[in-house]
């Protein structure tokens, strides 16, 4: 069944641009498939913009998609608005694939947009995502599961550094709801730490600060379900040459990938077995990747990613020609998540046609 699919990628976000590359790497391959894609761009100051060229991402650079239509959600579909604003045409939406990395995109805002526009959403759901978009939340919410986090300490000012003193040095320092690791940065003294606090707090209200962790190796592993199974990737291992994986690390060619990480096969099924123990725990939904650290035989896990860079197309699939089976699955678990509650009641009590007529007006006694 060839569907209409609004990938929607972008937003009011730091990480807009990594977005971009994701949201056009999906449009493309649900296109190969045969699948009809609309995609919806949402720009850093929360515009949207619709048109096919928007999933040829050239037509990004400098500033390109202004010249494309803007757009709205509405309820099963998106209205494409004429330079004036007023309304061009309505084209109907079969269920939507979320691309948006970080803010209010990653965060539940696409979630509850597409939500209360009757729009099946392939991704993950309100509460996962507002929950994990924050670092200070996932540590509560893993913590309630009995996982594993590293020690830290929660910050809404750089006054409060005493607090974080008291893990002991070195840590990192990290905006709160931030990802692509923007804001990040290690401290191994109390000048250090001052600075990497100013920084971060010019990105957030929130800063979480870690025990940092010597002899450290970053594992990554994805998962999404399908048809009754939650599907988990293999072990990643991201490599760097610095104290943290940075961004010139994950998107400009500075890290290593290594798949399948080479490390002990029952670490690599502890591994798995979190992932899918967190991801069943919470009735996620879409692809999600959660990113460990491993200290000798202590798994810790560090962040879950509930809208991962590129979808974690390259651990779930041999390459973008062979990732739309997966694609297809979590939106085919979309339309069915949406339609099992579709057949929930909705009550209408009646209660309005029997109040009286002058119940709401300002004066009345």
Known sequence: MNRTIAVVFGGISNENEISVITGTMAANVLKSGGDGVVPLYIAQNGIMYTGEGLADINNFKDGGYKNFA??????????????????????????????????????????????????????????????????????IVLGSL?????????????????????????LIVKPAKLGSSIGISRADNEDELAAALEAAFVYDDGVIVEKYIENRREINCAAYYSAGKIITSECEEAVTAHDILSYEDKYAGGGKSVLPADIPTQTADAVKQITEYVYSRLNMRGIVRFDYILHGDEIILSEVNTVPGSLSYYLLSSG??????????????????????????????????????????????
């Open 70 to 139: 803007r757009a709205a959600v509405v309820c099963g579909g998106i209205c494409v608005l004429k330079k004036n604003g007023k309304f061009k045409k309505f084209v109907s939406v079969d269920v939507a694939l979320n691309c948006c990395h970080g803010g209010w995109g990653e965060g539940g805002g696409v979630c509850g947009l597409f939500a209360l526009n009757n729009i099946p959403l392939a991704g993950a759901g309100m509460f996962e995502s507002a929950a994990f978009i924050d670092k200070y939340f996932t540590k």
């Open 320 to 365: 973008f020609k062979n990732f739309y089976p997966v694609l297809q699955a979590v939106i085919v678990q979309a339309e069915e998540d949406y339609k099992n509650c579709g057949k929930k009641r909705v009550l209408d009590t009646g209660i309005l046609n029997n109040l009286p007529s002058d119940n709401c007006k300002l004066g009345r006694k």
């Open 146 to 170: 009995g996982v594993n986090v590293a020690p830290y300490a929660y910050l809404r000012s750089a006054e409060e550094k005493s607090k974080a003193e008291e893990l002991g040095y070195p």
